[in-house]
C-alpha cells in the first residue's frame, strides 16, 4: 500500500467515524518495517482521530513524530500535510503563531516542491492574518470537525461560549 492510497483509505474511515477500524489498520501499519512516509501518514491520521476526540495534546505529540518521520522520508508533500494538521492542532490548543507558523511552512513546502493540492488546501495562509481572524476561521473547522451537533452555527456557538 502506498501513501496516497493510506491516506485515501483512512481518511474515509475516519469521515466515516470507523475510528476502530482506522486504528486498526494504523496499528498495522505503525507495527511493520513500513517506510518513514507510511508510518508519518499513519501518525497524521491518528492524530486526527484524537483531534475529533478533543485530545489535543495527544495529537500533537502524533503529529511532532509524524514531522519526524516525513523529514526522515524526505516526503514533501507528507511533511506539508503533517505540518497542516499540526496548524489546526496548534490552533485548537490556542496557540495562534505556532498554528500559522505550521500553515506557512506547509504552504511554502507545498510551493516549493510543485505540491498543488497542498496549495490549494492552505490559501488562506498565504498572507498575514489579525490573531482574531485566524481565531474565527480555527473555529469555524474546529466546530466543523465535533460531531453530534445539528449545525455548525449550533457548535460554533457553543465553543464560542454563546451556548449550552
Given at each position: 500500500m502506498d501513501r496516497d492510497e493510506l491516506r485515501s483509505?483512512?481518511?474515509?474511515?475516519?469521515?466515516?467515524g470507523h475510528y476502530?477500524?482506522?486504528?486498526?489498520?494504523?496499528?498495522?501499519?505503525?507495527?511493520?518495517?513500513?517506510?518513514?512516509?507510511?508510518?508519518?501518514?499513519?501518525k497524521r491520521q491518528e492524530s486526527q482521530i484524537l483531534t475529533i476526540r478533543g485530545q489535543w495534546d495527544e495529537a500533537a505529540?502524533?503529529?511532532?513524530?509524524a514531522v519526524s518521520l516525513a523529514t526522515?522520508?524526505?516526503?514533501y508533500e507528507a511533511l506539508s500535510d503533517c505540518l497542516s494538521t499540526l496548524g489546526d492542532v496548534r490552533g485548537y490548543?490556542?496557540?495562534y503563531d505556532d498554528a500559522e507558523h505550521s500553515y506557512v511552512q506547509a504552504l511554502e513546502l507545498a510551493r516549493e516542491h510543485s505540491n498543488?493540492?497542498?496549495?490549494?488546501?492552505?490559501?488562506?495562509?498565504?498572507?498575514?492574518r489579525k490573531r482574531s481572524q485566524t481565531a474565527r476561521a480555527l473555529l469555524s473547522h474546529k466546530a466543523w470537525l465535533l460531531?453530534?451537533?445539528q449545525s455548525q452555527s449550533a457548535t460554533a456557538d457553543h465553543l464560542a461560549g454563546r451556548g449550552p
Open positions: 483509505t483512512l481518511e474515509q474511515l475516519v469521515m466515516a476502530a477500524e482506522a486504528r486498526e489498520i494504523i496499528s498495522q501499519v505503525l507495527s511493520k518495517e513500513e517506510s518513514p512516509a507510511l508510518r508519518a501518514e499513519a505529540r502524533e503529529l511532532e513524530e526522515e522520508a524526505e516526503d490548543q490556542g496557540s498543488r493540492r497542498g496549495e490549494a488546501e492552505a490559501p488562506y495562509w498565504d498572507a498575514p460531531a453530534g451537533c
